[in-house]
T-cell receptor, first 114, second 112 residues
Framework: GDSVTQMEGPVTLSEEAFLTINCTYT??????LFWYVQYPGEGLQLLLK?????DKGSNKGFEATYRKETTSFHLEKGSVQVSDSAVYFC?????????????FGAGTRLFVKA | DAGITQSPRYKITETGRQVTLMCHQT?????MFWYRQDLGHGLRLIYY???????DKGEVPDGYVVSRSKTENFPLTLESATRSQTSVYFC???????????FGPGTRLTVL
C-alpha cells in the first residue's frame, strides 16, 4: 500500500550546520509530495511541496526535489538556525477514481543548538 | 478572524462521557479532516469530509462520529470516551482533495 518513511529522530545539529532529513515513499498513483513543519504547541503548516517528478519545492532556505526514480523527497537546508527547531513531516497525497488519501510520515524532530 | 480554529484547546474528561471537539474554517474550503497525533504514530486520519453532508472514514474511525451540516464547521464527537482516545486532535481543511492542508492549532484531550 501507499506509505511514507522518514528518518528517525531526533536530529541534533549546531547552528549553521547542513541539514538533510530523508523521506522515501511508495504510492500506486502519481502523488503530490509535501513537507510540513510543526513548531512547539502549534498545528502543522506547509513548508514546501512538489506535484510532479523533478519538481523542486523551496521555502525559507529549505529545498526538496521530487525524485521518482528513487521514490524520494529528501529535505535539505544549507545552514540551519535555532529557530528551525521543530518537527518535520513528509507527506504524500494521491487520488484516483477509488478515492484519495493523504499519508503522513511519523515526523522527525530537529534540535538546533546555538 | 480568518483561518481555521479549534475549540476547546484543552479538555479533560472522564471515561464514558461524551465529548465534542469543534472545528471552524473561514476559507470555504470543500475538504475538512480530523487527525489524531500520538507519539510513535505520527498523524492518523480519523474522518474526512468532501463537502457539506458528505463524510467518510479514515484510518482510525472507531469510537468517533462526525457531521458536517455547514461547509465551515466539522465537529468531532467521542460518544463514550476511552483512555485510548487521550491524544492531540488536529482539524485541517483544503481546497481540493490532494491540495495543501491548513491545520488548526489542535485540541489536547485527556481522558481519565
Amino acid at each position: 500500500g501507499d506509505s511514507v518513511t522518514q528518518m528517525e529522530g531526533p536530529v541534533t545539529l549546531s547552528e549553521e550546520a547542513f541539514l538533510t532529513i530523508n523521506c522515501t515513499y511508495t504510492a500506486t498513483g502519481y502523488p503530490s509530495l509535501f513537507w510540513y513543519v510543526q513548531y512547539p504547541g502549534e498545528g502543522l503548516q506547509l513548508l514546501l511541496k512538489a506535484t510532479k517528478a523533478d519538481d523542486k519545492g523551496s521555502n525559507k532556505g529549505f529545498e526538496a526535489t521530487y525524485r521518482k526514480e528513487t521514490t524520494s523527497f529528501h529535505l535539505e537546508k544549507g545552514s540551519v538556525q535555532v529557530s528551525d527547531s521543530a518537527v518535520y513531516f513528509c507527506a504524500l497525497s494521491v487520488g484516483n477514481t477509488g478515492g484519495f488519501k493523504t499519508i503522513f510520515g511519523a515526523g522527525t524532530r530537529l534540535f538546533v543548538k546555538a | 478572524d480568518a483561518g481555521i480554529t479549534q475549540s476547546p484547546r484543552y479538555k479533560i474528561t472522564e471515561t464514558g462521557r461524551q465529548v465534542t471537539l469543534m472545528c471552524h474554517q473561514t476559507w470555504s474550503h470543500s475538504y475538512m479532516f480530523w487527525y489524531r497525533q500520538d507519539l510513535g504514530h505520527g498523524l492518523r486520519l480519523i474522518y474526512y469530509s468532501a463537502a457539506a453532508d458528505i463524510t467518510d472514514k479514515g484510518e482510525v474511525p472507531d469510537g468517533y462520529v462526525v457531521s458536517r451540516s455547514k461547509t465551515e464547521n466539522f465537529p468531532l464527537t467521542l460518544e463514550s470516551a476511552t483512555r485510548s482516545q487521550t491524544s492531540v486532535y488536529f482539524c485541517a481543511s483544503s481546497e481540493g482533495r490532494a491540495d495543501t492542508q491548513y491545520f488548526g492549532p489542535g485540541t489536547r484531550l485527556t481522558v481519565l
